[in-house]
């Protein structure tokens, strides 16, 4: 019972993301054409808004939703792996749109997004199975 509020947050960030239209891939075809700042500003919004709780949570010492404290390790930051990384996201944002909104799309009807999802999933898959044979 306790976790329908994450239910009730799931549903009404899926509203937040229609409504903004942050699930339209052609508000996604302006933004990379630089023909409009709207997801820009949508996103920075969200990456600012994420800051500020991560440092509300390590500040106020914040407990998850089981009475236990949120650990948020420090990361290395190697370039090599973010660059590789980042490039493979990339092209996977580009053939099919935000992948953030695939249940939001599948949750509007649009059945072909289960395809996007399942590649997700499979992708998930392999990289558990060769994630030893990477460099990390």
């Not at 799931?10 to 993301?17: A, P, Y």
């Not at 969200?46 to 390590?58: D, E, M, N, S, T």
């Not at 500040?59 to 980042?86: H, Q, T, V």
Request: aromatic content about 18%; glycine content about 10%; hydrophobic content about 55%.
């Amino acid at each position: 019972m306790k976790y329908i509020y994450i239910v009730l947050l799931g549903v009404v960030f899926g509203i937040v993301l229609t409504k903004s239209e942050f699930i339209s891939w052609y508000r996604w075809q302006e933004m990379f054409l630089m023909k409009s700042f709207h997801l820009y500003g949508l996103m920075i919004t969200a990456v600012l808004f994420g800051i500020l709780w991560i440092r509300l949570i390590k500040w106020k010492e914040i407990k998850d939703i089981d009475y236990l404290p949120i650990e948020i390790p420090n990361k290395n930051i190697s370039f090599y792996r973010y660059a590789i990384g980042g490039l493979i996201f990339g092209l996977g944002w580009a053939i099919s749109g935000c992948p953030g909104v695939t249940y939001v799309l599948i949750g509007h009807g649009y059945w072909i997004w289960i395809v996007i999802l399942m590649s997700a999933i499979l992708g998930t898959l392999i990289y558990g199975l060769i994630r030893n044979k990477l460099p990390h």
